[in-house]
Structures are given as C-alpha cells and as structure tokens.
C-alpha cells in the first residue's frame, strides 16, 4: 500500500510530539505533506517553535512547518501550561531550533494542498483546537469535498471534559470552530478522552521509552515524565494519558481501535456546558450520524508500535 498523505495541525504540547515523531518514524505508511501550527496548550509562537525542535529530535528538517491561527473564531485563547510547562515542551532540555518556518499561512497551506492533490488522497489530522481547520472550510468551501478523511482528538462522552466538568480542551478553547468540522460533511474519525484515558504511560511502558537509548526515545520518556504528574494527580492515575499519539496510531493501525458511527454535536452556545462534545453513543435521536467516535483500545498494542516505531528515529 501507498503511504497515506497526511497534514499534521497542532498546538505542541508533549502528547502532540510524540504524535508527530510516529508519523515521522512511519514512511511506509504516513508521507507528511506539512505541519500546521495552531494556537492550544500554549500561543502560537512557542507551537511554531516546539514543532521546529520535534522536527529536529528527529533528524526530519525538510518537513514544512506553517504558522496558522493565533487565536480562536469567536472567544479569548484559553493554554495549558498548568499541564504542559511553560514551553508547552517542558521536561527534556532541547535546543532552540535552526530550521525556518515557511512562509504563508497554514490555512492557505492547508486549502492549496488539497485543490493540489486529487480529491480523497490527503487526511487532515489535528491535534489541538481546530480553528485552523474550520477557517480553511470557511474561506475554501471546495474543499471539504476533496478531504479523505479528518482522524482528530477531541472530546469526551463518558469521561465528560478534561478543562470543565463536561468540555475537552481541545473542544472548548475553539468550539465554534468545532462545531463547523462537525457539520462539514467530511468523513470524521474522533478519538475522545474515552479512548486517550485508556492509553496509560505506566512506569513499564516509560521505561521501554527510555531504554530505546537514542536521543528521541529519552526526550520522550522525559516529556511523559513532566506531563504525568498533572494526571496522576487529577485522576489518580498510574500515569498519563497520550491523547494525539492515538491519531498517529490510527492511521497506522487502525484495528487497535474500536467504536461507533453515531451523531456528534458541540455545544457553543451555554456557557455552563460550552465546548461539550453530545455524542450521541445509544442512537437516541434522529440526528444523522457524521462521525466515528471511538470507545476502545488496544493499550498494549498501541505501546508495542509506538516503542517500535521510535525506536527507528
């Protein structure tokens, strides 16, 4: 099979780079056209920056890396550094980066790749809020029928939210721009808190991290190590959840996963609830199914491809 054509859109955030590190150790089944770099777990400045410096971990310095939005469609940027450190990459101690960041904006990127490519070849993948995603449908509606596929993390249904009772972060910072993805008529894979809180990086499984030896695999086993602690003792977890790698994983293997084509809305309107992804699991409206949420997966599966696959880099 032909490596599947992908843009990586995030807002880096340690999960987000070992998101992108598997795609980068994956050439027989990812080609990476971009990354485009959105405003999430920290402003956009330092997600152009921490995308450079995983680029760089890895020894990929000819992959293009876009600046997008700096803020969200309709509300004040809400970050993340009380959970990813003031960098947003905070934990292993990496140099500043020395490749450049591409000239034009990532939503122009974004809507020229798909009219480039032929229509179904090129998924999109985002990572934090979709702001970049929405505002690309928005001024190019075009090319909503030319995208394969949008594999995103996102959400919550029986895990409720992640930043509010009910609302995951990535959801709530930008869920108007949410709420256009959903309704674009793009084919949507979701993988919600109910998958990524299943995806525990325990102490044996860091440890694996750690013993690959090569610069990524102690990067990454430090980067777990920093981003843990919030979780362990939000959940009293044995470890963190790696939401975005789920993405990556997907792609890769998307047997490791399971879950249902159901109907999901995003609330924007309650301030109370606002960001709430309403999946709609039990079919108990009539509202058309536009998604696959996923429910499951398969932990130890996805440890054993994800050790594998960075032990490459």
Known sequence: ?????????????????????????????????????????????????????V??????????????????????LVTAEHVHGKTGLDGPDLPEPTMPLQDG????????????????????CPLGPLTNIATALEKAPDIANRIAKIVLM???YFEGGNITPVAEFNIYVDPQAADIVVKSGVPIVIMPLDVTHKALVTAARNDAF?????????????????????????????????????VTAY????????GRHINVEIETQSELTMGMTVADWWGVTDRAPNATFMGDIDADGFFSLLTERLARL
């Open 1 to 53: 099979m032909t490596p599947r054509k992908i843009i990586i859109d995030t807002d880096p955030g340690q999960d987000d780079a070992v998101a992108i590190l598997l795609a980068l150790a994956s050439p027989e089944d990812i080609e990476l056209l971009g990354i485009t770099c959105v405003a999430g777990n920290v402003p956009l400045d330092l997600t152009t920056r921490n995308a450079r410096i």
């Open 55 to 76: 680029c760089e971990l890895a020894g990929k310095t000819d992959v293009k890396v876009f600046a997008g939005c700096d803020r969200p469609l309709g509300r004040e």
């Open 105 to 124: 904006h990532a939503v122009d990127f974004i809507i020229d790749t798909l009219r480039d490519h032929a229509p179904g070849t090129v998924t999109l």
């Open 154 to 156: 996102g959400g919550g």
């Open 210 to 246: 750690r013993n690959i030896g090569s610069p990524v695999g102690v990067a990454v086993a430090q980067m777990t190590e920093f981003f843990e602690r919030f979780d362990k003792e939000k959940y009293g977890s044995e470890g963190a959840p790696l939401h975005d790698p789920c």
């Open 251 to 258: 792609l890769i293997r998307p047997d490791l996963f399971t």
